[in-house]
């Protein structure tokens, strides 16, 4: 065995961090400059205001579920349906007054989503929808609830719920299953945890896939079908409801409209590519 040394180690005295790693960092002025507001002149000002009106909360009116809505809820019945409609259209409507149906028909549902974030918000609205009583939650980091008759979770869980009745013979304990963001899909990374819950769920669990932004719907329908031996009904929205606008904030904390009356490209914001072209901004260090 190795002699023991009988020198004693002393712990070498701690040594000061540099200044750039201590909490009185200072500020590099050449990055870190002041911006103060340029007064926009009156033509600018008139174009904000186009950009700016109608903001706000609209007045409260009764709920008539457009056409769309009403052709997906009928057609849930009894087929798979895709919905492909703009954000703000009232997709999750269609999911909502399925769900209400269900449970008043003492059967279960579950709600899947790309993000815990989503699923959190999504778990809190429907608590109080349905009653916390009826509504559990599943996510990688959260289990509450998990006997509910709906069940709110990542498309991840649905997926592994679906592994484990598959290598135990049993079944996944849902009804109606409802895949939020579908064209996740599509994902690089993410795409085949959806591809496996659409192929792995049974037929008699009805699916109700919702998207903004899925592409050749059509097309996605048919695969479905050809993999669940079911029949996809395609409800496409009309126009979008809530209006987009795009503006630019300038470093000098001026705001223009990206496009004048007129629908064309605001020539008002020429004068920022010059600056950039100029080597007008500042990169900063990281």
Not at 88 to 95: C, E, F, R
Not at 134 to 155: H, M, Q, W, Y
């Amino acid at each position: 065995m190795p002699r023991k040394s009988g020198r004693q180690w002393k712990r070498s005295p701690r040594k000061r961090p540099p200044a750039e790693r201590s909490n009185k960092r200072q500020r590099d002025h050449r990055s870190s400059e002041t911006r103060v507001a340029v007064p926009q002149t009156l033509s600018q000002l008139k174009a904000v205001e186009r950009l700016l009106s109608g903001i706000g909360v609209p007045e409260p009116r009764p709920l008539k579920p457009d056409a769309f809505q009403l052709e997906a809820l009928a057609a849930i019945e009894t087929e798979d349906v895709l919905v492909t409609a703009p954000t703000g259209s009232g997709k999750t409507w269609i999911a909502r007054e399925e769900i209400r149906r269900l449970l008043a028909a003492g059967k279960r549902a579950w709600y899947t989503t790309p993000l815990k974030a989503l699923t959190n918000s999504k778990y809190t609205e429907f608590s109080l929808e349905f009653g916390a009583e009826n509504v559990g939650i599943l996510t990688g980091d959260r289990k509450e609830n998990s006997d509910a008759p709906l069940i709110v979770g990542t498309t991840e869980i649905y997926r592994n719920q679906l592994f484990d009745a598959l290598r135990e013979g049993g079944q996944v304990n849902t009804d109606f299953v409802i895949l939020d963001e579908a064209h996740y899909l599509a994902d690089e990374e993410r795409g085949h945890v959806w591809e496996e819950a659409i192929i792995l769920s049974p037929p008699r669990i009805r699916l109700l896939l919702l998207s903004a932004t899925v592409g050749r719907a059509d097309d996605f329908a048919s695969w479905i079908e050809d993999i669940r031996g079911t029949t996809v009904r395609v409800v496409k929205a009309g126009p979008r409801p809530v209006e987009l606008r795009a503006g630019y904030l300038s470093s000098d904390l001026q705001l223009f409209p990206l496009l004048g009356s007129d629908g064309s490209y605001n020539r008002d914001l020429d004068q920022f590519a010059k600056q950039r072209s100029s080597g007008g901004y500042r990169r900063r260090r990281g």
